[in-house]
């Protein structure tokens, strides 16, 4: 169990340009999450994949916001033409589901726009 | 809509004390989970709950959830300045087993603090 990885940790970039975020889930993980979590917040829920397919998106999740998991191992979220509030901390998270396991999470993603 | 509201936001303890945080939620589900977060640090499961009267205890933390009431509780026993984490309490929609897997709504997090 290596754990979950995300690639890259810190990201910098001006407003309006593109990011993509890598996750890694543990291996036997057939569900992959993607939170978003801000300072002095809890993290919160942006989508969700078992395997390949996309389960749920979140209202939250702006036309802006793109998430694959093409062959149901990692996955990439990708923001287009990214904005001052987009700045947060980009959670993902497996489990092996449905089941009664807790989530694992990664060490996220820092933004930072410009 | 599920919500989660944690209470307090923030707790400063002296080492040795006994503290309780709570967490309520306002729509019905039988699976909860506590998570602690170190600063700059990921999330790491610290208990699953997952029926009416159900407790977990590990060390100086004990959990317990009363889904009648939809509060569950994060006891602190003796406190150590180890302790001193981001705990946050996260309640997954869904009642029945076949719904289980799905996305967790987050309470806002009680900052705790153990001073010596």
């Known amino acids: 169990d290596t754990g979950v990885s995300q690639d890259p940790r810190h990201k910098i970039t001006k407003r309006g340009q593109n990011v993509t975020f890598r996750c890694d889930p543990i291996?036997?993980?057939?569900?992959l999450y993607w939170y978003r979590q801000t300072l002095g917040q809890g993290p919160e829920f942006l989508t969700y994949?078992?395997?390949?397919?996309?389960?749920?998106k979140s209202r939250l999740l702006s036309d802006r916001f793109s998430a694959e998991r093409p062959k149901g191992s990692f996955s990439t979220l990708e923001i287009q033409r990214t904005e001052q509030g987009d700045s947060a901390m980009y959670l993902c998270?497996?489990?092996?589901?449905?089941?009664?396991?807790?989530?694992?999470f990664g060490d996220g993603t820092r933004l930072s726009i410009l | 809509e599920l919500k989660v509201e944690q209470n307090p936001l923030f707790l400063s303890m002296q080492e040795g004390k006994n503290y309780t945080i709570y967490c309520n939620y306002s729509?019905?589900?039988?699976?909860l989970y506590w998570y602690r977060q170190d600063p700059g640090k990921s999330l790491e499961s610290l208990f699953v709950?997952?029926?009416?009267?159900a407790v977990k205890q590990e060390g100086r933390l004990m959990a317990s959830l009363d889904t009648k009431a939809r509060l569950s509780t994060l006891h602190i026993t003796a406190a150590v300045h180890d302790l001193s984490a981001t705990y946050f309490c996260?309640?997954?929609?869904?009642?029945?087993?076949?719904?289980?897997?799905?996305?967790?709504?987050f309470g806002a997090g009680t900052i705790l603090r153990v001073k010596s």
């Open positions: 998270a497996s489990s092996r589901g449905p089941s009664n396991q807790p989530q694992h």
């Open positions: 291996s036997e993980h057939n569900r």
């Open positions: 994949f078992q395997n390949e397919a996309q389960l749920e």
């Open positions: 729509t019905t589900s039988d699976r």
């Open positions: 709950l997952l029926s009416n009267g």
């Open positions: 996260a309640v997954e929609r869904g009642k029945r087993w076949v719904e289980y897997g799905n996305k967790l709504v």
